[in-house]
């Protein structure tokens, strides 16, 4: 008995081991200016940002196998970062472009900001989860998910079929691009802004203020002014959806 009990353990520690040999972990602190601008380009996983009042921006990140992946895939990849008072970037590079039938693995992100810098993503297909800063904000990806909250400067997405929920806490200039994503938009303290909207087999949606809808042969199009149409809101989809709540 005494032996099948030491047996145990040994497993449970090696198990252990194997789970920790499976991850690597990536952890940077950033001293930058109010102004500065914090980009990172990653391809697949999971970005969490948050702010603070800070002056630092601190950067954790996990990588771990891909469901179908290997342990050995961990190794693929390369964080690689390049820093100074006003900048701050991060790109994942793919250090074994020929292995074929790789599956690289996923990377999960634990990013603090302070609240008045500018934020830009570039992400195949991560699953985001941000508080953003109070800086200008740009986010390409290919087909992420997530949510989007406390927008309060000029905003830009560009994805070709993700799905977001974007909550507009300020309103400024709005530039949404998708080719078939499902977007939905809510926005507070909309009194003046120029809206142009254009789908082609896609649908718009608007609830809290009428918005006319002019439906043509091969396309939807909206042009609307409110207020002195400070604020700029484009809104483009070749057959995703945009649903527009205005608080």
């Given at each position: 008995m005494k032996?099948?009990?030491?047996?145990?353990?040994?497993?449970?520690?090696?198990?252990?081991?194997?789970?920790?040999?499976?991850?690597?972990?990536?952890?940077?602190?950033?001293?930058?200016?109010?102004?500065?601008?914090?980009?990172?380009d990653s391809y697949k996983g999971t970005i969490n940002v948050r702010t603070d009042g800070g002056n630092t921006i601190?950067?954790?990140?996990?990588?771990y196998p891909d469901v179908d992946g290997t342990p050995e895939s961990i190794h693929d990849v390369e964080i690689r970062e390049?820093?100074?008072?006003?900048?701050?970037?991060?790109?994942?590079?793919?250090?074994?472009?020929?292995?074929?039938?790789?599956?690289?693995?996923?990377?999960?992100?634990?990013?603090?900001?302070?609240d008045t810098v500018d934020l830009a993503l570039t992400t195949y297909k991560s699953q985001v989860d941000l508080d953003v800063p109070a800086g200008r904000i740009d986010i390409n990806s290919y087909k992420?998910?997530?949510?989007?909250?406390?927008?309060?400067?000029?905003?830009?997405?560009?994805?070709?079929?993700g799905n977001?929920?974007?909550?507009?806490?300020?309103l400024a200039?709005?530039?949404?691009?998708?080719?078939?994503?499902?977007?939905?938009?809510?926005?507070?303290g909309a009194e003046d802004f120029e809206l142009r909207a254009n789908t082609y087999k896609g649908?718009?949606?608007f609830t809290g203020l009428v918005i006319p809808v002019e439906n043509k042969r091969r396309n939807t199009e909206v042009s609307f002014t409110r207020g002195s149409g400070r604020n700029r809101l484009s809104l483009e989809t070749y057959k995703g959806s945009f649903k527009v709540d205005f608080k």
């Open positions: 032996r099948t009990f030491l047996l145990i353990i040994a497993l449970a520690a090696t198990a252990a081991i194997d789970a920790f040999a499976q991850e690597r972990s990536y952890q940077r602190d950033f001293p930058v200016n109010s102004s500065a601008r914090f980009s990172l601190r950067v954790k990140a996990r990588i390049n820093s100074s008072r006003n900048s701050v970037s991060i790109k994942v590079r793919n250090v074994n472009n020929d292995s074929g039938n790789n599956i690289l693995p996923l990377v999960h992100w634990d990013i603090r900001l302070p992420g998910t997530g949510t989007i909250r406390g927008v309060r400067n000029a905003f830009k997405l560009d994805t070709y079929k977001f929920k974007i909550e507009v806490r300020e200039d709005l530039d949404l691009d998708t080719y078939k994503g499902d977007i939905a938009l809510d926005v507070w649908t718009i949606q």
